[in-house]
């Protein structure tokens, strides 16, 4: 089962940012933070990843709280094509873990 | 650097048939994932190889289905005696390692329809 938790569903307006939460309360040490996103029956496609600190790529930015029991996902400037479902996984560091996705959270980006 | 290529991206199969699906991950990737999208339905986790090793198949049905990764050549989802609810997209994604630092990337997947 997933470890996250994450709204159903989010709305956004073009050129404002998105910013999406996760909770993962239950988060162990050695644990990181993923986020992918489904455009429309598309294979999921890789955003960002951590595991204490924050990130950022080109794509988004990835805020993770001090006691790391949630992190929410930042696209600065959203685009009708950053319309999609959204995952946040978390993934141990050790050998043999796959991604496990749970719901996610639908974007919808409206102009 | 190509992407994780899956093929055929469209597969009918009549009921009863035989279905294989083929994932040819990234180069310099040994680990292969499968997973399973029902319609209107989420990804679900079927099974974890390294080549020629099975590491994890918690999310296999128990009949019918089986996965491969040889040495040479692509992975194999091979679903035997497919039925309807055997309909869905199934994607692979593919990683250098296995291990939580590393991001896996996936296919465009195969759309398998069961008529």
């Known amino acids: 089962d997933a470890k996250t938790t994450q709204p159903t569903s989010m709305d956004c307006a073009e050129g404002r940012a998105a910013n999406l939460p996760c909770n993962h309360s239950?988060?162990?040490?050695?644990?990181?933070v993923y986020w992918y996103r489904q455009i429309h029956s598309q294979g999921p496609q890789y955003i960002i990843h951590?595991?204490?600190n924050n990130e950022t790529n080109e794509m988004a930015s990835l805020i993770i709280t001090e006691d790391r029991k949630s992190s929410t996902l930042i696209l600065p400037h959203a685009t009708l094509r950053d319309t999609a479902v959204y995952y946040c996984i978390v993934r141990a560091n050790q050998a043999g873990t796959a991604l496990i996705f749970g719901k996610g959270t639908t974007l919808s980006v409206s102009s | 650097n190509a992407g994780v290529m899956q093929n055929p991206r469209h597969l009918v199969r009549r009921r009863g048939q035989e279905a294989r699906l083929r994932c040819s991950p990234m180069k310099g990737h040994s680990h292969v994932y499968w997973y399973r999208q029902l319609p209107e339905e989420g990804l679900k986790f079927m099974v974890y190889l390294q080549k020629e090793n099975i590491i994890d198949e918690s999310g296999m049905p128990k009949e019918r289905f089986s996965a491969e990764f040889p040495k040479e050549g692509p992975s194999i989802l091979r679903i035997q005696q497919v039925v309807r609810g055997d309909s869905a997209a199934y994607f692979c994604?593919?990683?250098?390692?296995?291990?939580?630092?590393?991001?896996?990337?996936f296919g465009q997947g195969t759309r398998l329809t069961v008529v």
């Open positions: 994604a593919s990683s250098p390692q296995g291990q939580g630092n590393t991001e896996a990337f």
């Open positions: 239950t988060i162990s040490g050695n644990e990181y």
């Open positions: 951590g595991l204490k």
